[in-house]
């Protein structure tokens, strides 16, 4: 209760200052930023605020830190819990950040599976650990907000999917009588994602996330936010889903 109190006065001390001159200025560089309403804008830099003060950020592999790399990932990883009741990513204590494409080590989990070294990769979410990104595709993700792949979004919906210590496409819902609907449609269009992967079809949703359930989550999550009108157009039960889990609409912003 006592480390809950001094949280919460640390977090209204730390809102209590002026935003960080040059702020505003990366923000409005931001696509995403621009189609958010005045209230959505100020929670969005508001929880951006505690993310970058209170996780620890490191600059991996040469790269030397700089506060518009934070703010260019804080501001991403706050726009999936703009409108979730949260705790800003509990678990989560530090985001690591590389120049680039990095190698993982020899062996280590990833989304709840073992992966073995020798593998490039952009993103890791590490279950109990740390969010790692490569900093180049951070930024081309906050630049290119249509593309549907934003490596951001993907790692840290991965952190949401984790707040049940599970990586399992499933996050803690709202309400209890969310997950009937949630593994009836999420495990529907997993299978359709699989099928189509199999059979070489196009497909909107990236083939990455047929690997298993946790990846569908973060691929749908991407897809949910950088390409929300084609969603709701060729999976419309899956776009209200996460229209529900997210509580947002983004095929509704300009």
């Known amino acids: 209760m006592l480390f809950s109190w001094l949280r919460r006065r ?36 508001a929880d951006a605020r505690i993310l970058v ?10 790269l030397e830190l700089t506060e518009e790399m934070q703010v260019v990932i804080a501001a991403q990883a706050a726009l999936l819990i ?10 989560t204590a ?48 906050a ?3 249509t ?12 952190k949401l999917d984790m707040l049940d210590r599970l990586a399992d496409g499933t996050p803690p819902l709202h309400e209890k009588g969310q997950y009937e609907a949630w593994v009836r449609i999420m495990t529907r269009e997993f299978e359709k994602l699989r099928l189509d992967t199999e059979k070489r079809r196009r497909t909107l949703l990236d083939k990455y996330g047929a690997g298993e359930p946790a990846e569908f989550f973060a691929v ?6 950088e390409k929300p009108r084609l969603l709701l157009d060729k999976h419309a039960e899956l776009y209200q889903l996460f229209q529900t889990y997210y509580r947002q609409d983004p095929a509704g912003r300009g």
């Open 220 to 225: 749908a999550t991407e897809c949910f936010f």
């Open 143 to 145: 630049e290119n907000a």
């Open 10 to 45: 640390r977090r209204r001390k730390i809102l209590s200052r002026p935003v960080p001159a040059g702020w505003s200025a990366v923000l409005e560089s931001l696509p995403f930023f621009a189609t958010l309403d005045g209230r959505e804008q100020a929670k969005l830099v």
């Open 147 to 158: 593309d549907g792949r934003n490596v951001v979004l993907h790692e840290f919906a991965h």
């Open 94 to 141: 530090s985001i690591l950040v590389y120049p680039s494409t990095f190698v993982l080590p020899e062996r280590r989990h990833q989304s709840g599976a073992v992966q073995e070294g020798g593998t490039a990769v952009l993103g890791l979410a590490q279950l109990g650990g740390p969010v790692v990104l490569a900093w180049d595709s951070a930024r081309h993700g």
């Open 53 to 62: 003060a209170e996780k620890r950020w490191e600059g991996c592999g040469g």
């Open 82 to 91: 703009l409108n979730i009741e949260h705790e800003y990513y509990r678990r």
